[in-house]
């Protein structure tokens, strides 16, 4: 009887064991990932295209789909209280970039949020021409949007901001120079303005995580 007791036992912790102690045989990298939340976007354009405070709710959600893609970070905006926070300050500054948290500000809504770290993005310009495409008998009248955004991180475990900047472009051949919102939700994908400013996005955070320090 004891000897089958052993091995019960020693079959058991063969197949449940290594669970149980860190490291053996489970990934526990998502212990290691930042808590980040994305706390204000602002825009310098002054085309009538970016007036809509809804387009920084859109980007902002963008800002954190690319960092939780990442697999360094855990965004936190899923919360209701933290939510309500950052759609009001959206509002309230989407035009007004001069008040985008900043310095001990940014600390501070860090310490409030109970994150690591805390994103902010910018729209820094917008432009697009015109083009005229001829085939045959028929022309098209083709666009090119280009956005530049700049997208930051700051936080007590960086010794200063980190900001970076990315460029997204597209070319249609039909109209897409406005967003399109459905319900109060940006649809980036289906106009032209909407590709250049997701792809200008992802390019901003592909280069900000090549400046993060190895420890986030």
Known sequence: MPSKVAFLSALLFFLIGPTLIPGAGVDVGWAQKK???????????????????????????LISQELFKSG??????????VLEQISE???????NPENTP?????????????VDLVAVGRVISYSHGRSRLAIGLFVKGQQKI????????????LPKTLLAQGEGSSKFTSQGLVFELRKDVVLFDETTVGRATKAAVREAINRLLELLPPSI
Not at 89 to 95: I, L, V
């Open 89 to 95: 300050f959206t509002r309230r500054n989407w035009t």
């Open 102 to 114: 900043r310095g001990e500000k940014a600390l501070s809504l860090a310490r409030k949020l109970e």
């Open 146 to 157: 280009v956005v530049n955004v700049e997208v930051g991180i700051i936080g007590k475990s």
């Open 35 to 61: 808590k980040v939340s994305v706390v204000g976007v602002v825009t310098e354009v002054k085309d009538k295209t970016w007036r809509d405070h809804r387009i920084g709710f859109g980007i902002a959600n």
């Open 72 to 81: 360094r970070f855990t965004v936190v905006e899923e919360k209701k209280e």
